[in-house]
Every structure is written in C-alpha cells, then in structure tokens.
C-alpha cells in the first residue's frame, strides 16, 4: 500500500480549502497504532474546522473527522493488535492531529478503546462523539440525582446529532421525554419513534417575563447553548440539572442566580473530548447494552462516501442535518 485517500483542510490565501488528496504513510502524525479506519461521524466540529471562522483547528493543514472506527492495521503497543477492531473519539482527533476523514489514521494507544461488545464498527461510528455526548449527559443527570419519577425531561436541537441519541437513550432509561427542535412539524412522527413523548418548538421553550418560570422539566440535555439556556433553567424542577454540551445556538447567554440559589438547579458542563479514559469507557459500554440506541441507528443513520462529505459539511453548518451522517472509509 503505497498511497491512500483522505480529505485534507489547507489554507488557501485568506479562505480554507478541503478536497481529497493522495496521502502516504509517513505523511501521518506519531501515534503508536495504525489504524485502517472504516467509518468516521460527521459532527458540528467537523464543519467549524472546514471554515476560517470555525476557530477549532490552530494549524493547517488539517485531516477532520474527530470520530473513527476501524481495524489495528500495526501497533507497537501492547494493548492492541492487528486486528483488533477500535475506535477512537475526542482527544485532538481531527483538531491538533489528523483525523478519521481518511482511509488510515495513526494515533496514539491513550486515545483507543477497544470495540464495545455490541457494537459494529458502522454502529460505533453511528453513535460516534454526538451518540457518545449524549449518553456523557443522560450518565451526569442521573449521577446528579435526575430519576423518571421526578418528571420529563427536555431534549433541545433534538433533531441533530446529540439530541436525536438524547431522545433514544432516555427513552431506553424510562424518561418521558420532551424534544424541542425547529423542525417540529416535519419531523414530529419521526421524534416519537425516537422515543419522545411530547415535540415541541423551539419557541415554545421561552418562559416568558420574569426571573423564573413554571417548573416544566425534571432535567435538559442542551446540545444548543446560546440565548435558550436561560430560558431551560427558568423552567427547571426544584434540585433539577441541565447538561450542557453544545453551542449551535452561540457561546454566551444572559441569566440570573435565582434558578440556582431559589431552586438549587445544577448546569452541568459536558467535555467529551478530555472525559476520563475510566469513564468514557464505562459509557461506551453501556452504549452497547441497556443503552444501545437502536432506534436511533436505524432510522437516523446515513451513509456518504468521502467524495459527498463537502456537501455534508455544508448542511451541518447551516443547520439542515437531520440525525447522523458517517462516511464509508473501506
């Protein structure tokens, strides 16, 4: 093997230019395993690190794609072996060090886990780092003292990535789940599959005038951020927690201390790029199990190949994906 494919972010003068290039293997960062990668997600970040405006990735060139799946092709590590199916999520993966938008990745033995019993390679990459930070954020309500019996639970950008594996993963955890999204009327049938009991607009979250609002939600799984989460914590139960992971909807918002210290409402941050290698495993492993999100896997899951992925960015930026999108790499 002489030469692979791969689609490589460089500058060109003032903009940011991808295409699929020829790479070769000591083109590849340092990394003690080699892996053939069969499947990489496609995410918000992935998008942000095509663009000039995006601010993710400090140096380019650049290989996206901060979620892989594949097959131990080498290692000089003894805890894999040629052969081993893996995957790999966060860490600088497709931001600081190439990433899985090619058909070889190397990287390094702290970055792995071994493939989750239960899971198939396209079925890992099908929950990926968006399936992986909504069960991060489902683990941390539940650990934080959220339980079915205390009410329902609000599901924001439920139509995206995160929150379309929200909806499956409390569902399968015995929450009645509330799915806001802009895409309410077109995709209302498709969120109940899901496991939503309840799809309501985004406009439809806004509280109204005053400090705090009508406690409507036990918990929230806010993969949106932005102008909304002051809206979610107005409205959140007594001793309730919002987990927080994403910022779609922007990087600041106004709010005030009464949801805190009136309800003593917790907001949770969700980091699953640097989650504890004890955790993160222990996460995965439910994913494959009592988690698994299979609703969501069969009915939310597209494939492209690496030649459409221009146009798959395009539609995550601009906030038309629905469900999940992942690239055939073998």
Not at 22 to 36: T, Y
Not at 163 to 184: C, E, M, N, P, R
Not at 290 to 312: F, Y
Request: proline share 5%.
């Amino acid at each position: 093997m002489e030469k692979f494919k791969a689609y490589v972010v460089r500058r060109d003068g003032e903009g940011l230019k991808g295409k699929i290039e020829d790479m070769r293997l000591e083109q590849l960062p340092d990394g003690d395993v080699l892996v053939k990668v069969h499947y990489s997600g496609v995410n918000y970040k992935d998008g942000l690190a095509s663009v000039p405006e995006g601010k993710v990735v400090k140096d380019y060139p650049m290989v996206p794609g901060i979620d892989l799946a594949g097959v131990v092709a080498s290692s000089s590590h003894p805890d894999f072996r040629e052969g081993d199916p893996v995957l790999c999520t966060g860490y600088g993966l497709g931001t600081a060090h190439y990433g899985g938008f090619s058909e070889y990745a190397r990287i390094p033995a702290d970055w792995l886990l071994p493939l989750p019993t239960g899971l198939s390679l396209r079925e890992a990459m099908g929950i990926g780092t968006a399936g992986f930070t909504a069960a991060l954020s489902v683990d941390r309500l539940i650990h934080c003292g959220v339980t079915p019996e205390a009410g329902p639970v609000l599901v924001t950008g439920a139509t995206g990535g995160v929150g379309s594996f929200a909806v499956d993963i409390l569902s399968k955890a015995g929450f009645q789940v509330t799915a806001s999204t802009g895409k309410a009327g077109e995709q209302q049938e498709w969120l109940k599959r899901l496991g939503a009991t309840d799809v309501i607009g985004r406009e439809d979250v806004v509280s109204g005038a005053g400090p705090l609002g009508k406690q409507r939600w036990a918990g929230a799984v806010d993969p949106v951020g932005g102008a909304q989460l002051e809206e979610i914590l107005k409205c959140i139960h007594y001793g309730g927690a919002v987990a927080l992971s994403g910022l779609t909807g922007g990087t600041a918002f106004n709010g005030a201390v009464y949801p805190f210290i009136l309800r003593g409402v917790q907001l949770l941050g969700i980091d699953s790029v640097f989650c504890p290698k004890e955790w993160r495993t222990g996460v995965w492993k439910k994913l494959g199990r009592e988690w698994k999100p299979d609703a969501a896997l069969s009915q939310g899951l597209k494939e492209a190949t690496l030649h459409e992925l221009p146009e798959v960015l395009q539609s995550i930026l601009q906030g038309k994906a629905v469900g999940r999108t992942i690239i055939r790499l073998a």
